[in-house]
């Protein structure tokens, strides 16, 4: 999706309107509503809100939902390194739409995959302790629509909102499982509209959960102009965002040629996404 056509300054500005796109001040990194999952049984404010619901961040307000519509515009993969103790990301790789070796996951410390050499199945136990806060994500972008409540247990509704998905851990493969080898041949994830559940699940004293999706084979969703333009849209944005992280792996590189060298540090991204 990433060869689509390049839109002048003031299209640019009227896709992230569309899109509800805001910008960090602190890293530039365009970014859209992130849609997680809440673990918490109370928010900020002391309201009780449920466990094992999902919610669209940056959004207000904040509405909780079991489960949720999704219809998936784009999918890629990105290895994020996070630093606990500093509270920020140190390292995140260019943003590919498959794992394959074609794809160089080139990082802003200048090397590769956030420094990793071999899957950390393969890795010694030093190794693995090194590399414990690498995360390779599944990024799913698109749209999203469900009805919730809010924290005071009101109804409320999300339609059509631009959000993304970042998969990891047990969550990384079920979108693979039940979307990508179920779809008809000749058709694309974005031609359904996903029912999206979360199922609970307890190791130990540890309880997590996990995402499942379902969809109708026969109920495709029209491809129309204003699709395109979403698409169009999350397409300009990865490119945008891999071409400062290139520029910072260039700089890095050429830091580290000469001697002077310092860790790019970024704070965009949430100590719940490692």
Not at 123 to 148: A, H, I, P
Not at 242 to 262: Q, V
């Amino acid at each position: 999706m990433n060869d689509l056509t390049v839109i002048d300054a003031a299209e640019q500005q009227r896709l992230k309107e569309m899109m509800g796109v805001t910008v960090d001040s602190n890293s530039g990194t365009e970014r859209v509503p992130m849609l997680k999952i809440n673990t918490d049984t109370e928010d900020d404010e002391g309201n009780e809100i449920r466990p094992g619901t999902i919610y669209l961040r940056d959004n207000e307000p904040l509405a909780y939902a079991k489960e949720f519509k999704l219809r998936v515009l784009g999918q890629h993969y990105q290895y994020i390194e996070y630093n606990p103790e500093l509270n920020k990301t140190v390292c995140k790789t260019t943003i590919n739409q498959s794992l394959m070796k074609k794809h160089d996951f080139l990082d802003t410390r200048g090397t590769r995959k956030c420094g990793m050499t071999k899957p950390k199945s393969q890795m010694e136990d030093y190794e693995k302790q090194r590399f414990q806060n690498v995360t390779c994500f599944r990024q799913l972008r698109g749209l999203v629509s469900y009805e919730g409540t809010d924290k005071h247990g009101n109804p409320a509704t999300i339609e059509n909102q631009p959000a993304i998905l970042l998969l990891k851990g047990s969550n990384f493969m079920p979108f693979e499982e039940e979307v990508i080898k179920r779809l008809p041949k000749g058709s694309t994830f974005w031609d359904f509209w996903l029912n999206v559940s979360l199922e609970r699940r307890k190791t130990g004293s540890v309880v997590y959960y996990v995402m499942h999706f379902d969809f109708d084979p026969s109920d495709v969703q029209t491809f129309d102009t204003k699709t395109a333009e979403t698409v169009r849209a999350f397409a300009d944005m990865v490119d945008r965002e891999n071409e400062r992280i290139l520029k910072a792996h260039k700089e890095a590189t050429s830091a580290r040629t000469s001697g002077d060298y310092e860790v790019a540090e970024y704070e965009d991204l949430d100590s719940d996404l490692v």
